[in-house]
C-alpha cells in the first residue's frame, strides 16, 4: 500500500540548508530555554510524596489544595485524574516522616473535604533516589548514543551515515526536552521512557532510508551522491509517512483520553513522532551527504576503479 498515487520526486537535498537553519533555531531555542528554565521536574528526580485519592462525590481540587495546605503540607500540587472523584498530589518531601504516618496525615486532611476519601496509593521517593536516577537517565541516554555510532558504522562501512544518525538522534530529544522545557509540563520517568523510545523509532526510519541508500548506490553507482539520496527518501516516503501517521493516531488518543498521568508521556511522544520524521528525512542523510558520502564509503571493499564499467 502507498500513501502517495504516483512515485515522489521532492529534491530534498537541494534544499537541506534551509531545513539545517530551522533545525539550528529550533534547537537553540530548546537549548536556551533548557538552561534558563530548566525543567520543571517529578518528584522521580526531585523526591517527595504522590498520592492517588478517590472521594465518594465530585469535589474541587482548589478545595482540597486549601485543606492539605492548612494541614501543614508545603505546596501541594494538585489535579483531577480518570474522573472528578479522583485527586492525584504531588507534596514535596518529608523528611521527618514515615510513609504510614503521611498516609495517617493526608486521611486526616482530606477527611474534612468530604467523609469516605481513600488514599489508594501513596509513594514516597527520597531525595537520593532521585539523584541516582538522574544519573541513570543521563547514563541510559550516552550508552544509546555510542550503540547507536557503533552499529551504523559497522552496518554501513562509514563513519559518515554515523555521524548523520547521531546528528539526527540528538535532533529528536533535544526538541522533545525544549517542549518540556517551555511548557514546563511535568518531566518524569515515563518521559524518559517516550524519549528512548522516539530515539529507537527515529532510528528505525533512519535504517530504513540508509538501507535504500545502499540499494540504489549499488545499482547507480555513476549518479550524483544528491541524486541518489534524493531517490532514497522519496522511495521510503510512503512507508515512513504511513507508518507515522498510524503512530500518531494512537499517541493522540492517549493524549487527549489517557488522563494526566499519561499526559506527559504521550506529549512526548507526539512531539518525537514529528521531530523523528522531520530528520529521518531532512537531517541524517544530508548530514553525510556533506561529510562526502559517496559509493565507495558504503562499498570500501570495491575500488573506484571497478566502478567504472558499471551503468
Do not use: C
Not at 541510559?140 to 554515523?162: D, E, K, N, P
Amino acid at each position: 500500500m502507498e500513501f502517495f498515487s504516483h512515485q515522489t520526486s521532492y529534491p530534498f537535498m537541494a534544499t537541506r540548508k534551509v531545513w539545517y537553519a530551522l533545525s539550528a533555531l529550533l534547537m537553540i531555542v530548546s537549548l536556551a530555554s533548557f538552561f534558563a528554565r530548566g525543567l520543571n521536574l517529578a518528584i522521580d528526580f526531585t523526591g517527595g510524596v504522590s498520592a492517588e485519592v478517590s472521594f465518594p462525590r465530585a469535589v474541587n481540587v482548589d478545595d482540597v489544595r486549601a485543606r492539605l495546605a492548612a494541614a501543614g503540607f508545603r505546596e501541594p500540587q494538585v489535579q483531577n485524574f480518570g474522573s472528578a472523584r479522583d485527586i492525584a498530589i504531588r507534596l514535596p518531601p518529608e523528611p521527618q516522616q514515615t510513609a504510614v504516618e503521611i498516609h495517617a496525615h493526608l486521611d486526616r486532611a482530606l477527611g474534612a473535604v468530604a467523609a469516605g476519601a481513600q488514599v489508594t496509593q501513596l509513594d514516597v521517593v527520597g531525595p537520593q533516589v532521585g539523584s541516582e536516577l538522574k544519573v541513570s537517565a543521563v547514563e541510559a541516554l550516552g550508552f544509546t548514543l555510542f550503540g547507536i555510532f557503533a552499529y551504523i558504522a559497522f552496518r554501513f562501512h562509514t563513519w559518515r551515515l554515523s555521524l548523520g544518525a547521531i546528528f539526527a538522534v540528538l535532533h529528536d530529544p533535544i526538541l522533545v526536552v525544549g517542549f518540556f522545557s517551555l511548557t514546563q509540563m511535568s518531566f518524569d520517568l515515563a518521559v524518559v521512557a517516550a524519549i528512548l523510545a522516539v530515539i529507537g523509532y527515529s532510528l528505525n526510519d533512519t535504517v530504513v532510508v540508509f538501507d535504500r541508500i545502499r540499494e540504489r548506490f549499488e545499482t547507480n553507482r555513476r549518479s550524483p551522491p544528491d541524486v541518489v539520496l534524493d531517490q532514497s527518501i522519496n522511495q521510503t516516503l510512503s512507508r515512513t509517512i504511513m507508518t507515522k501517521v498510524v503512530t500518531s493516531i494512537v499517541v493522540v488518543a492517549l493524549l487527549f483520553l489517557g488522563g494526566p498521568v499519561l499526559k506527559g508521556f504521550s506529549a512526548a511522544l507526539l512531539i518525537g513522532i514529528i521531530a523523528g520524521t522531520y530528520s529521518s528525512i531532512y537531517i541524517s542523510s544530508a548530514i553525510a551527504l556533506d561529510f562526502g558520502l559517496t559509493a565507495e564509503h558504503v562499498f570500501p571493499t570495491v575500488k573506484k576503479a571497478a566502478f567504472d564499467h558499471l551503468p
